[in-house]
């Protein structure tokens, strides 16, 4: 269990392209998480994670949002009061299952890995203006390493349940910008060790 209390936090913003920090008058922060890990057998181990939290700005009269000129169609700040509102990139909830087996297979040891990440919704400004979906996550991959342990091949899937979802919001005086994570990726690779 955890809890913050913040005088003056700092917020960063970015109007006209230039950066600029404000002081959040008072935020606070109070949450649980917890860890589990379990080996089934020595080969095969489960863990999970969650993580729970509550932040918001109890006191931030001076925040920001960005409106649209209806005359030029140029975006600018203009002042909001965020007091009460949720913190930025602060989700509920967030959770992560993962498993892993390994076993002998042609005299080397092949690993089966995979992971499930959940995140609750959230937003990417103190003004409550740009919210993410909540979105889910899967992950997995299969190496085997030789008897020397000298290489390692792998095949490997990211995003595998194809969510479409933002890293990161650019707002500009000429436009609101979105940097996307990637879609459904799988891959394979060759690792070294010398």
Same mark, same amino acid.
């Given at each position: 269990? *955890? ?7 700092? %917020?960063?913003?970015?109007?006209? !392209? ?11 922060? $109070? #949450? ?10 020595? /080969?095969?181990? =489960?863990?999970?994670? &969650?993580?729970? @939290? ?18 030029? &169609?140029?975006? !600018?700040? %203009?002042? =909001?009061?965020?007091? !009460? *509102? ?6 509920? $909830?967030? #959770? ?5 087996? /390994?076993?002998?297979?042609?005299? !080397? @040891?092949?690993?089966?890995? #995979? ?14 203006? $740009? ?7 899967? +992950? ?8 020397? /342990? ?6 490997? +899937? ?16 000429? #436009? ?9 990726? @799988? &891959?394979?690779? =060759?690792? %070294?060790? $010398?």
């Amino acid at each position: 269990a *955890f809890y913050y209390d913040y005088s003056n936090l700092q %917020v960063a913003y970015y109007p006209a !392209g230039q950066a600029f920090t404000l002081n959040a008058a008072s935020s606070e922060i $109070f #949450g649980l998480e917890a860890q589990a890990r379990y080996a089934v057998t020595p /080969e095969f181990q =489960v863990s999970i994670s &969650g993580a729970w @939290v509550d932040a918001e700005y109890d006191d931030f009269p001076n925040s920001y949002r960005y409106d649209r000129d209806p005359i030029y &169609g140029l975006y !600018g700040t %203009v002042p =909001v009061d965020a007091s !009460g *509102f949720e913190m930025q990139r602060a989700p509920e $909830f967030t #959770g992560t299952l993962s498993a892993r087996y /390994e076993t002998d297979l042609a005299d !080397g @040891v092949l690993a089966l890995s #995979g992971s499930l990440y959940y995140t609750s919704s959230f937003y990417f400004d103190p003004a409550e203006q $740009f919210e993410e979906d909540a979105y889910t996550t899967l +992950g997995l991959r299969a190496a085997w390493t030789d008897p020397s /342990e000298r290489y390692t091949l792998a095949i490997y +899937g990211d995003n595998l349940t194809d969510d479409e979802y933002r890293t990161q919001i650019a707002a500009h005086d000429i #436009g609101i910008g979105a940097l996307w994570a990637a879609p459904l990726t @799988v &891959g394979a690779s =060759v690792t %070294v060790n $010398f």
